[in-house]
């Protein structure tokens, strides 16, 4: 409905927890806002391995009935948005199989750049599988090594596949979480008294009053099983590539995402953006929720007061039923709503996290205007995404990102606004101060630490014309 980055995924597990899959449905709950086509959770009793999943948020998927079936002191959790494989029932997580090496479960966050490759090989070689999901291809590899035990022949499929993968899996009585050695998509460890507790970010550790220890590094594989845990670094240590867009956008303010908090660096995206990008105005007006942040630290480097001047309606679903006679911008109206008394006559900053067609900013702008601003000034706390992602965020081709097909004159024109600004790169960078080098930063550069086979594919795509320089593939 919104013209942003599609979330990708959110994993969480427990072990060692009596409650452990009303844990993981808490967990997820905490996790929503990183998928909601599909919700999962498998869970361990010692001796047996059973999942459960639906297509919705975790509330439609769960009931009281579901989750006491669903024994055992040991649980992991998915919910999903597709980032490789269609949206539907068969591609939700986890993914339960039975194989030589006894149950398992597996959740993913992330995308295989060699996924389609491997899957080529692999049904050549007779292997069936049941999704269109990239995820599946783990538990081919997995199932095939003739390693022995279970964390040998996980590091051996592992070993076969590039990209990025966060994940949550779940033996009959052990729970494993794997981040791989780039370490693209977060994964925070906790604990619950005895019970140890991984997930996508820390603000589900908040929910169910864990606490957080520290991030599984890139490449480890931590291993929680019914006697000890153990911390492995079975992978090539490889330069680190934490998405920076988790900071930007998907991670929620109140956590704490790659030993940052997302709220501090958020705000220091704004501050760094009154710096680099400032006007005179009357208003600094976020485009809520997750321009908020930004807007605040906008508000406090510049000195212009920053009002709620659009109100989001939280209750509205994935889809609605338009009216018949059709309602200007009503797809935006339903969602945002302008609010007079802050915006007549004045003028207004905009802050936003992103521009992605530019198709929803237009509307946007429109309704402040026609709520009587009289000017606005358009601020990005991230610079032009002029590439897509391949690491397990939902971008469209290049050529539909306006950054990447039009100036930005051309882009203030299109969506109507006095004017437009993006923060730089060394602003954005600049707000991350522990490690910028530590961050993957491939959708505004085009630069890629891994390659990737689709590369043909995006230069060839329709639209996308001479000036749209190849994807280069680095390191
Ligand atoms: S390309 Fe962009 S969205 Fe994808 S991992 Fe890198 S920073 Fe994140």
Not at 5 to 17: A, P, R
Not at 374 to 390: D, G, L, N, Y
Request: proline fraction near 6%; hydrophobic fraction near 40%.
């Amino acid at each position: 409905m919104f013209d942003k980055l599609s979330e990708e995924c959110g994993v969480f597990g427990i072990q060692g927890h009596p409650e452990a899959s009303r844990m993981a449905y808490l967990g997820l709950y905490a996790l929503q806002h990183r998928g909601q086509e599909s919700a999962g959770i498998a869970s361990a009793d010692g001796t047996r391995l059973l999942a459960s999943r639906g297509m919705g948020y975790v509330a439609d998927v769960f009931n009281e009935t579901e989750l006491s079936r669903l024994a055992g002191t040991l649980a992991i959790g998915h919910v999903r948005y597709s980032t490789a494989g269609e949206s539907k029932l068969a591609n939700a997580q986890p993914i339960r199989i039975d194989c030589v090496h006894g149950p398992i479960a597996i959740c993913h966050n992330g995308n295989l750049v060699n996924a389609d490759e491997l899957r080529e090989s692999l049904v050549r070689q007779g292997s069936i599988f049941q999704t269109s999901s990239d995820t599946e291809v783990i538990l081919h590899l997995y199932a095939r090594s003739k390693a022995r035990p279970v964390d040998e022949a996980l590091v051996e499929a592992l070993s076969q596949v590039r990209g990025a993968f966060s994940l949550a899996l779940l033996t009959s009585d052990t729970l494993i979480a794997v981040r791989d050695p780039h370490g693209f998509r977060p994964l925070a460890l906790g604990r619950l008294g005895e019970a140890w507790v991984v997930s996508s970010e820390t603000c589900a550790l908040d929910l169910i009053g864990a606490t957080f220890v520290r991030d599984v590094e890139p490449g480890e594989m931590f291993i929680a099983g019914p006697s000890a845990t153990r911390s492995l670094h079975p992978f090539p240590p490889a330069r680190p590539q934490q998405c920076i867009f988790e900071h930007v956008y998907f991670a929620r303010p109140d956590s704490v995402v790659f030993g940052e908090s997302v709220n501090e660096v958020r705000t220091m995206l704004g501050r760094h953006l009154a710096r680099e990008a400032p006007v005179e105005a009357d208003v600094v007006v976020p485009v809520p929720d997750s321009g908020v942040c930004a807007a605040t630290g906008y508000a406090a480097e510049s000195g212009i007061p920053m009002r709620m001047g659009l109100i989001r309606n939280h209750y509205v679903g994935r889809t609605f039923i338009e009216p018949r006679q059709s309602i200007r911008h009503f797809g935006v109206k339903v969602k945002l709503n302008p609010v007079r008394s802050i915006l007549d006559g004045r003028r207004v900053v905009l802050v936003d996290d992103s521009i992605v067609r530019g198709t929803t900013s237009r509307k946007i702008v429109r309704m402040i205007k026609g709520a009587g601003a009289s000017q606005v000034h358009v601020r990005i706390s991230c610079p032009p995404t002029i590439s897509p992602c391949f690491y397990g965020v939902d971008t469209p081709r290049r050529s539909e990102l306006i950054a990447a097909t039009h100036t930005l004159e051309e882009i203030e024109q299109f969506i109507g606004a006095d004017s437009v600004r993006y923060l730089s790169l060394e602003g954005l960078l600049g707000s991350v101060p522990t490690r910028p080098e530590a961050y993957c930063t491939s959708c505004y550069t085009g630069h890629y630490p891994l390659p990737f086979p689709q590369e043909e594919d995006v230069a060839a795509q329709p639209g996308v014309g001479l000036h749209d320089a190849p994807v280069k593939a680095v390191d």
